[in-house]
């Protein structure tokens, strides 16, 4: 006989994760687009890397100080002998990313870099319109890939000057991509301060030396007393990751059983099922069912989440105990929502009556977004733990902590929450079936809430 | 097992301020094909809800072969008034994940599907979603559905609305010969020429009450309208003065079509009048009128301030 019920739920099961996520809608949506999005993310920089050709050509400036042209040839030999990952690198520690492979740095050095062609400047001292109009026709029948009017002011500027500058003119083919426009004008405002300096007489690299900004080394004490590496400011993101990633999957998974519930309903098949299956055997089949495809969304978004840090080396902020607790918080966040929306789907006939009694769904939905901030902050602090042990919003809460955490979570805390979680889930799972033995054979006017109760307490 | 597949004892059920069952026996033979009929709102698929355990009474005890319908469901074959599919399944697929939940192996399933949509000619229909079948076919495949497992106890729930009378027919036939293999089947219907030509049983309901559970041969006798149809060759009137002459013969009436009814007293013996009939004149046709469902369940649900309708009594009526 329970073998006979577990083959009839597992049966149910299967067929709600068939025509859920066997689906080509669910496989694109959810699976290859994420997976396609996430590749591309990673490779786009490579691709658009493969794609640009290089600038190269000269460029012809009209300078009647004679400095200009040898300072740019400096500069373009100076970018295309550097390695731009360091540069690429440096940007990433700004933004908070610790790249320790230098994948992503080196993708978009080598980005940067494919720009460098062989450039180089010829200057003309003469500032006659003769003289610039010869150039500009030279230009449009291709000798010149630009030309380039740096009046002397811009070069000899005095440090007191009041009034502006006159304009740097430059005139390029139509045919210039806007890349290639706005590397030449880098490469033009680069060497124009560059050769500024010169005229100074002052030691360039020198000055820029002194106005780099310094990098800190954050460290951090541990439990021993050592001091470890301040990892990154995906600190901050970790929790966020792990908490979007329960959402997405149980909000996504539940809401395919609420409309999965109201279809069986508003179709009249479900007596046809209830005809061979009990209605818990029934929001069994379903509850499993449907966690199998939380499942997969878990895995799909979980698994691009963890190549992405595995991709950055940072697989040191996951362990396999943090993984496991995880897990746990994902079933109780899965249970809780699953048996939420099964009771809203059996009560109701029709989707937009499910509104009525989306509330208590939103809390749970929304709360967790408003605590990110202050638990990814301060994990230890006493709004963190009290809304890791109050349910229904328990689970999101704990994984945020366990993601932020620099100190492990009390064991206590954890097993409280845990402890809190299943009886949660007992409860509303019990709630739900009475609501769904009642609701899901009934039509016509859905019920208030007070009617809820009242089948929750039928006998 | 004892002899009776249901068996109902004092079941009543309310929802509200509504009493949708009062105080119902029903006792089902094993082997029998019994109507269950009654006007709308009667009670019957509440009757048959509880029958199914999918409600409980409020009151009453209630055995489906010898138990509980919920420990037997792989061994009924339910059909539910408001019935489904799955839009978006294939039919085959729906078939198959009926056919599982009701306890069939799957290594059976495909040949049965098969040789079953041959049977209710809808072959090669398996591959295609439910959703592009017309109603008519959708209900065919729901009694496939209700059936598929092969029960010994078949309940059908208004099984004929909604069908052209081409595929009422095949569905009567099916029945038909679902009940001669033996099984025993209920049916709810309040097209009564359908039960009256199917089945040998007959239960009626009325506003939650059951008015009358007899064989049907014995309704027919207990409900003769004790009346002689004759339809004279010639002129109806010399014939019509014979008869109410006659003092075994309480009125006489002639229809529109000049056949005379006349309905006899009590204890009359109605051949002797239909020999008298026949030596008065050259007749086309005589014989006795025979009581229709139809007549028995006017007379039995009459509602007070109803006219003209051919019944004693609201009272229950035991075989």
């Known amino acids: 006989m329970l073998d006979g019920n577990l083959g009839k739920i597992a049966t149910i099961a299967w067929r709600e994760f068939r025509h859920t996520a066997l689906t080509k809608s669910f496989l694109f949506g959810a699976v290859i687009l994420p997976v396609l999005m996430g590749s591309g993310f990673l490779l786009l920089p490579l691709l658009l890397a493969s794609q640009s050709e290089p600038l190269g050509g000269a460029v012809a400036v009209v300078d009647p100080t004679g400095r200009f042209a040898p300072t740019f040839d400096a500069l373009v030999n100076e970018r295309m002998a550097r390695d731009g990952s360091a540069e690429a690198e440096d940007v990433m520690k700004r933004l908070g990313i610790d790249d320790k492979t230098g994948i992503i740095s080196q993708s978009i050095a080598q980005a940067g870099d494919a720009d460098y062609g062989e450039v180089t400047a010829t200057g003309f ?44 003119e430059l005139f390029l083919p139509r045919s210039t991509s806007p890349g290639h426009t706005n590397e030449l004008e880098g490469l033009i405002r680069s060497a124009t301060v560059r050769t500024r300096f010169i005229a100074a007489g002052e ?77 818990l055997q029934l929001l069994w089949g379903k509850i499993l069912g449907l966690a199998l495809v939380s499942l997969v969304i ?6 691009l989440a ?23 918080f994902f079933l109780i966040a ?40 202050p638990i990814a902050e301060n994990p230890d602090g006493t709004l963190a733990v009290v809304s890791s042990m109050l349910p229904p919003i328990l689970p999101f809460a704990m994984v945020m902590r366990i993601g932020s955490a620099t100190e492990p979570i009390p064991i206590w805390q954890m097993l409280l929450s845990t402890g809190l979680g299943i009886a949660t889930v007992a409860g509303l799972v019990w709630a739900a079936s009475r609501i769904f033995r009642v609701g899901i054979l009934m039509q016509g006017k859905p019920p208030s809430p007070l009617e809820l109760l009242r089948w929750i307490r039928q006998t | ?88 399944m294939k039919v085959g697929d729906y078939l198959r994940y009926i056919g599982r939940l009701k306890g069939v192996e799957s290594a059976r399933l495909p040949k049965i599907i098969d040789d079953a949509l041959e049977r209710i000619e809808l072959p090669g229909v398996a591959r295609k979603r439910c959703e592009e079948l017309s109603k008519g076919m959708q209900q065919k495949v729901q009694f496939l559905a209700a059936i598929i497992h092969e029960p010994e106890l078949i309940i059908l729930d208004e099984p004929f609305s909604g069908l052209d009378p081409v595929n009422a027919m095949l569905l009567n036939d099916l029945i038909r010969e679902l009940h001669d293999q033996g099984r025993t089947i209920l049916f709810s219907t309040h097209v009564l ?127």
């Open chain 1, 125 to 168: 001292d003469s500032d006659d319109p003769g003289t610039i109009e010869q150039l500009k026709a030279e230009a449009r029948d291709g000798t010149w890939i630009a030309v380039a009017i740096v009046p002397t002011p811009q070069i000899e500027a005095p440090a007191d000057s009041e009034e502006g500058l006159p304009d740097i």
């Open chain 1, 203 to 279: 030691d360039f690299e020198q000055v820029q030396t002194m106005l780099d900004r310094p990098s800190i080394d954050v460290r951090r004490f541990g439990e021993d007393g050592v001091a470890d590496a301040e990892e990154s400011k995906l600190r901050m993101i970790v929790p966020f990751g792990f908490m979007m990633l329960l959402w997405i999957a149980t909000f996504t998974a539940g809401n395919f059983l609420l409309t999965s519930t109201i279809e069986e309903k508003s179709n009249k098949v479900i007596e046809v099922v209830l005809s061979a299956v009990g209605p």
């Open chain 1, 298 to 303: 878990l895995l799909t978004y979980g698994g």
């Open chain 1, 306 to 328: 963890i190549a992405a840090l595995t991709a950055l080396a940072l697989t040191d902020l996951l362990s396999w105990t943090t993984l496991a607790w995880a897990i746990v």
């Open chain 1, 334 to 373: 899965y249970f809780t929502i699953a048996s939420l929306m099964a009771a809203i789907g059996s009560a109701v006939n029709e989707l937009s009556e499910a509104q009525t009694f989306m509330a208590p769904v939103m809390i749970v939905m929304i709360l967790p977004m408003l605590l990110w901030a």
């Open chain 2, 1 to 88: 097992m004892s002899s009776n597949c249901i068996d109902l004892s004092g079941v009543a059920k309310r929802f509200g301020r509504t009493e949708a069952v009062r105080d119902l026996d029903l006792q089902v033979p094993s082997g029998s094909l019994c109507g269950f009929l009654g006007p709308n709102g009667a009670g019957k698929s509440t009757t048959i809800r509880m029958i199914m355990s999918i409600i409980r009474p409020d009151v009453g005890s209630l055995r489906v072969l010898d138990g509980d319908a919920l420990d037997h469901k792989d061994r009924i074959g339910y059909l539910p008034e408001e019935r489904g599919v799955y839009r978006k």
């Open chain 2, 193 to 319: 020429h359908q039960a009256e030509r199917m089945c040998d049983r007959i239960v009626m309901i009325d506003r939650g009450r059951k008015v009358l559970d007899d064989r049907l041969d014995r309704i027919r006798e207990r409900f003769d309208p004790r009346t002689v149809v004759v339809e004279p060759l010639g002129d109806p009137t010399t014939l019509e003065s014979m008869l109410r002459a006659t003092p075994e013969v309480e009125s006489v009436m002639i229809d529109s079509e000049d056949r005379l009814h006349a309905r006899l007293r009590d204890l009359a013996d109605a051949d002797r009048i239909m020999a008298r009939a026949i030596e008065h004149g050259p007749l086309r046709s005589v014989g006795r009128a025979k009581t229709t469902l139809d007549e028995v369940f006017i007379g039995l649900v009459e509602r007070p301030g109803d006219s003209g309708a051919a019944g004693e009594t609201t009272e229950p009526i035991h075989a």
